[in-house]
């Protein structure tokens, strides 16, 4: 096993991005399989990501992602661009805490494996520009000690890699569309409405006071 930690945003030089990974990964012939977990997607994240998932898809046996919405975190047309993807795609949520939030990215093939656990979600700030991080580790088949972090992986949350939890349902044109009636997910305009309309306030109230607790930017 090989552990290799992927930071980015908070240095200028010697970023990983969990993006770039997720790009090679997806274009490798060593894999078989794919399954994704991310608490967020956004629409530029995801049709970033289209021409990956469409030539992995020539070649992989399965791709799969599971996504959240909690906390109006994905859009409208973050879902619609994972539809369009074509692949296995489904949607995490349950009306009570706690919110589906972990970030987890699983490359299989039949003599490695590579796994991405960290802070990055499926949104193009998560996987280039934030500051975030993760660690991918490099798994050899053929050591039972690195399958077993597999197979615990797979234990905890069997429920969603066996796609048998209750609050797991394929995503579909129709279930989008109450998802949007229901005020579950916003539209991106919409996100970005109250997400500006709330950045606005706080600076006017705290701009002075945080501008001197925290004044240098990346």
């Known amino acids: 096993m090989n552990i290799t930690f992927l930071g980015q945003g908070f240095l200028p030089d010697g970023n990983s991005p969990v993006g770039e990974y997720l790009m090679k990964f997806l274009l490798e ?3 078989h399989s794919f399954t994704g977990f ?3 997607a956004s629409e530029a994240g995801v049709v970033g990501l289209s021409d990956h998932f469409k030539k992995a898809k020539e070649k992989f046996e399965n791709l799969t992602l599971i996504v959240g919405v909690d906390q109006k975190g994905t859009s409208k047309e973050a ?3 994972i539809l369009d993807l074509d692949i296995s795609a489904h949607i995490f949520y349950q009306l009570s805490f706690p ?3 972990p970030k987890i990215y699983l490359f299989e093939g039949e003599q ?3 796994l991405i656990i960290g802070s990055s979600n499926l949104t193009t700030q998560g996987m280039f520009i934030n500051v975030e991080a993760s660690l991918l580790v490099s798994i050899d088949n053929g050591d039972e000690a690195d399958r077993k972090v597999v197979d615990d992986l797979k234990a ?3 429920g969603l890699f066996e796609l048998s939890d209750p609050n797991l349902q394929p995503l579909t044109v129709e279930l989008i569309e109450e998802l949007v009636a229901q005020k579950v997910v916003p539209t991106e305009s919409e996100r970005k ?3 500006d309309k709330q950045e606005q306030q706080e600076k006017e109230k705290n701009y002075s006071l945080i501008g001197k607790l925290f004044p240098k930017e990346r």
Do not use: K, P, W
Request: proline residues 0%; hydrophobic residues 40%; without cysteine.
């Open 29 to 31: 012939e060593d894999f």
């Open 38 to 40: 991310s608490a967020f």
């Open 79 to 81: 879902l619609d661009a």
């Open 99 to 101: 919110i589906f939030h």
């Open 112 to 114: 490695r494996t590579e």
């Open 156 to 158: 905890y949350f069997n």
């Open 193 to 195: 409405q109250q997400h």
